[in-house]
């Protein structure tokens, strides 16, 4: 029986995302390598597409990125939800502030 798959620090794998992982063991077995933090930018990336079609675009990189031995999802700022550290400046501007309009 294989050990359930991790999860991020702040975010949950949604089950589309958790069955793309699962589907391929090299991937699964990347993925549970990953940091907590790095799990929960992959997963607050797929979670932050507005429509079906950009986050199964984003689960598919995922899984490429994955492959390719990233860590962290490329081009992503960073996940704005965590409580453990505020949001950097960066974030703020462009993340934050933005959605604000």
Same mark, same amino acid.
């Given at each position: 029986?294989?050990?359930? =798959? +991790?999860? *991020?620090?702040?975010?949950?794998?949604?089950?589309?995302?958790?069955? +793309? /992982?699962?589907?391929?063991?090299?991937? #699964?077995? =990347?993925?549970?390598?990953?940091?907590? =933090? *790095?799990?929960?930018?992959?997963?607050?990336?797929?979670?932050?597409?507005?429509?079906?079609?950009?986050?199964?675009?984003? /689960?598919?990189?995922?899984?490429?990125? =994955?492959?390719? *031995?990233?860590? #962290?999802?490329?081009?992503?700022? *960073?996940? /704005?939800? #965590?409580?453990?550290?505020?949001?950097? +400046?960066?974030?703020?501007?462009?993340?934050?502030?933005?959605?604000?309009?």
């Amino acid at each position: 029986m294989q050990e359930r =798959l +991790a999860e *991020g620090t702040v975010h949950h794998l949604a089950d589309d995302m958790r069955t +793309a /992982i699962e589907a391929d063991d090299a991937t #699964r077995d =990347l993925w549970q390598s990953l940091t907590p =933090l *790095g799990r929960n930018e992959f997963i607050c990336w797929v979670e932050d597409a507005k429509q079906d079609k950009t986050r199964a675009k984003r /689960i598919g990189r995922t899984l490429e990125e =994955l492959l390719e *031995g990233k860590r #962290r999802p490329c081009c992503w700022a *960073g996940c /704005i939800h #965590r409580t453990d550290k505020p949001p950097s +400046a960066w974030q703020q501007a462009v993340l934050i502030d933005k959605k604000k309009r």
